[in-house]
């Protein structure tokens, strides 16, 4: 998929957010957000310094439909019930475990139903966990649970950010990869 300029196709969605950043989708396509004033030369540029990872991202995608993970399947109303209260009784106790450890406390805790992410923090320190989570090792778990402590005291995921978890979890990475399987 490439224009006529040689950057790559994509949808454009402007709105008043100061960023730009590019989104491989599942199916393929590509979507630039960016700022309402911005110069479509740059975006342009912008995707167009970006092929590499777009082209690495996009044969990810077709790897992931080819071969789904067992952990991304449809799950039944029964499945759903039972993790959601696996959830609800395992990770309380990993997140005063990690808090502990740490010094970082959320202000709530909430079980979702999300499927693209495993957690979240809100800007008032509000974690939220997805069930799904609860398909995976507790070594993920526990990487899951103290990301998303760590953002309590980093709302980004800058080099502070990832070197607090490193500082309690050193192998984090190894952790990390087995959410990507």
Known sequence: MAS???????????????????????DGTLIARAPRRLARAEIDAFIAQKADWIETSREKMRRRAESPSPYRRPLSE??????????A???????????????LHPTGVRI???QKRFGSCSPKNSLCFSYRLMLYPPEAIDYVVLHELAHIRHHNHSGAFYALIERYMPDYKEREALLRQ
């Open 89 to 103: 009784e395992y990770l309380p106790g990993r997140i005063e475990y990690w808090s502990s450890i740490t010094g």
């Open 4 to 26: 006529v300029n040689g950057t790559p196709e994509y949808t454009l969605i402007r709105s008043d957010r100061k960023t730009l950043s590019i989104e491989v989708k599942a």
């Open 78 to 87: 029964e499945e759903i019930r039972a993790l959601a209260q696996k959830a």
């Open 112 to 114: 979702t139903g999300a």
